[in-house]
Each structure stands twice: as structure tokens, then as C-alpha cells.
């Protein structure tokens, strides 16, 4: 089944920072719907509805504009590949953290979780990952590799973080940046670094391109946890401080907490109704902790724009210069 064919809930609309690889793009987009097809009914359905939910492909275009800012050809079998790749590791790390926040809601739609289950939506994520692994088994060379793998590795070990620190401020406080940088970053970072390392860049460019891909990741996730306390539902697709319902105490949330009059009442050592949680996120816009974790997302977003200094003008460094505006940005 085609992803693309389930992806009717609303107009797709191209961002600027994609259109000097949308032909590149399309066929990363083939290659998915050609690597999670399976004589297992049940696992194309679930890599078909994930994928038909939308999303903008972040980090496959990070893999190509990576690549074509340091001079490699886009169009090349492993490049494709490698892009194709990664959108099926960060898919397969979605399927699992919807599964583990008890999630109802992605992107606007039902998880799959919601509509088959964990154990099904468990073992999607990791048909997946073994695809991914499956489509860079056919690229040459193992530094590629070995750059996933420890972006896997970090991934992992910030989930893991992550859940030990739920419902614990101080346990937050201390670990807040060590976990987004995993869970986020490390991937973005790797996306970056392929793409040059694919082009056979150097290794200027090479740590140059992961510098703006961790700091791009980042200002995602800062901006990501904005739009739990303070972005619309109805385009979100996630209940109003539902971060904070599960243990978790974000940038925003934690720079309220320093004001004297933050309601403490409403913070509990057992998970917060989702009630209080809105409360709580309410304080949090109000008393300019929201605008304030903003400003330190532009700073970081800005620090990765100057990550690309060392490139001559281009339209894939535009895309890149855009991009890493866009991220702290974006509604959704």
C-alpha cells in the first residue's frame, strides 16, 4: 500500500528550504514505500498509515542538503538510501515513545497504538528499524554505520534517562539538556554527518555539518516543548501540557519554576492530572518563561546557521539557513 495514498487529511505544502531536493525527496519517498513493503499484511498497513500521517522528513532532507552542500551528487543510490534510512529510524523511535507515553494523538491523527496496540505498535517500530538497517547494509563502507549507530545508542540511552528523571524536577534540572541532546540532536547531528561523509567531504565540513545538525536539533526540541505548553491543540494534534502530565519538566517549565509565585500546589510526586498540567502550562505563558525558552531556541538556532560559515553560497546552504529558522518558528 502507498503511504502517500492514505495521506488525505490535509494539503501537503512544500517548505522553501526543500526545493532545491524535492526531486531527490520523491524518490526517497519511493524508496520507503518500497522497503516496508511486506508479505506481512499487518506490517504494511501500520509502516503505511505511520508514514501517511505526514511529517516534514526533517532528517532525510538534512541527509541530502548535507550531501549537496558538499558537493555530492543527490541523485546517488546510496544518498537516496541513506536519506530513506533515517526517516525509518526516527519512525520506528516514534512508534515506541507513543507506545511508552501512552500517546492517543500524533501529528493530528490516532497513533498506532491507539488504533492496533502496543504490542503491534512495538513491534512495527522495530520492523522499521530493521529495515532502516536493511537499506544501509547496501551502502559501501562502515563510517556511516558506525555514525548511526551511536546516534542509535544515544537515542536510547536519553529515553532511558528520560524515564528514570520522570516526576523529578531536580533529577530534570540536572539532565534536561543531556536528553534532548540524545533524543533529538544525536540524529540530526548523524544526518548531517553522512550527508557529508557520503559526498566525501572533508572533515572540516564533515564536523562542521554535524555542529549545525545537533544545534538544529536542539532548537527542535526546545521548540517542541513550547508547543506542549503553548501551542493549538487543533494543529498539534497533543493535549495542552501533556509533557507535564507524563513527568516530564521542559525548558519552559523549568525557567517558571524559578519565579517565586509559580503554583506550586499544583506539582505532585505521582503523575499531574491533566488538568493542572493546563494550569500550570497557563503560568507558564503567563509569566514569560515561554518567551524566554524562545529566545534561547533562537540563539541555539542561530549558532547553527553559523556552523555553515565555512561553506561558499548555495542553494543548499540557504535551505539550511532557512531550515534552521524555521524550526523555532513552526506550529507543528
Not at 505544502?13 to 524518490?27: E, F, G, T, Y
Not at 551502502?139 to 542509535?152: T, Y
Request: hydrophobic share 45%; charged share 20%.
Amino acid at each position: 500500500m502507498n503511504a502517500s495514498a492514505l495521506n488525505t487529511k490535509k494539503e501537503v505544502v512544500c517548505p522553501k528550504w526543500i526545493m532545491p531536493i524535492a526531486d531527490a525527496l520523491s524518490r526517497v519517498e519511493q524508496t520507503i514505500d518500497s522497503a516496508t513493503n511486506s508479505s506481512v499484511y499487518i506490517a504494511s498497513q501500520i509502516s503505511s498509515y505511520v508514514f501517511a500521517a505526514g511529517g516534514k522528513r526533517i532528517r532525510p532532507c538534512l541527509v541530502l542538503l548535507s550531501a549537496g552542500i558538499s558537493g555530492g551528487d543527490l541523485e546517488a543510490e546510496e544518498v537516496i538510501r541513506m536519506a530513506a534510512a533515517v526517516e525509518l529510524i526516527h519512525t520506528a523511535s516514534l512508534l515506541h515513545d507513543d507506545v511508552i507515553d501512552s500517546a492517543v494523538a500524533r501529528r493530528g491523527v490516532h497513533t498506532a497504538n491507539a488504533v492496533w496496540g502496543n504490542t503491534i505498535s512495538v513491534l512495527g517500530g522495530d520492523f522499521l528499524l530493521s529495515k532502516a538497517f536493511c537499506l544501509l547494509g547496501d551502502i559501501a563502507g562502515n563510517e556511516v554505520i558506525s555514525v548511526l549507530s551511536r546516534a542509535a545508542v544515544a537515542m536510547t540511552e536519553s529515553e532511558l534517562l528520560q524515564s528514570i528523571c520522570e516526576n523529578d524536577i531536580d533529577l530534570w534540572r540536572s539532565e534536561y539538556w543531556r536528553i534532548i541532546r540524545g533524543k533529538t540532536a544525536s540524529l540530526m547531528g548523524a544526518c548531517c554527518e553522512s550527508g557529508a561523509i557520503l559526498a566525501r567531504a572533508s572533515d572540516v565540513a564533515r564536523s562542521a555539518l554535524r555542529a549545525y545538525g545537533e544545534s538544529l536539533g536542539v532548537a527542535f526540541q526546545i521548540t517542541d516543548d513550547l508547543l506542549d505548553i503553548a501551542g493549538d491543540p487543533a494543529i498539534t494534534g497533543k493535549q495542552i501540557g501533556s509533557d507535564l502530565a507524563n513527568g516530564k519538566f521542559t525548558l519552559p517549565v523549568l525557567l517558571a519554576l524559578k519565579r517565586k509565585d509559580f503554583p506550586r500546589e499544583l506539582l505532585s510526586k505521582d503523575r499531574i492530572p491533566i488538568e493542572q498540567a493546563r494550569r500550570i502550562a497557563e503560568f507558564v505563558v503567563q509569566c514569560g518563561a515561554v518567551a524566554e525558552a524562545k529566545q534561547v531556541a533562537e540563539k541555539i538556532a542561530a549558532q547553527a546557521r553559523g556552523a555553515l560559515n565555512i561553506f561558499e553560497q548555495s542553494p543548499y546552504k540557504c535551505a539550511l539557513e532557512i531550515l534552521a529558522s524555521s524550526v523555532v518558528a513552526r506550529e507543528f
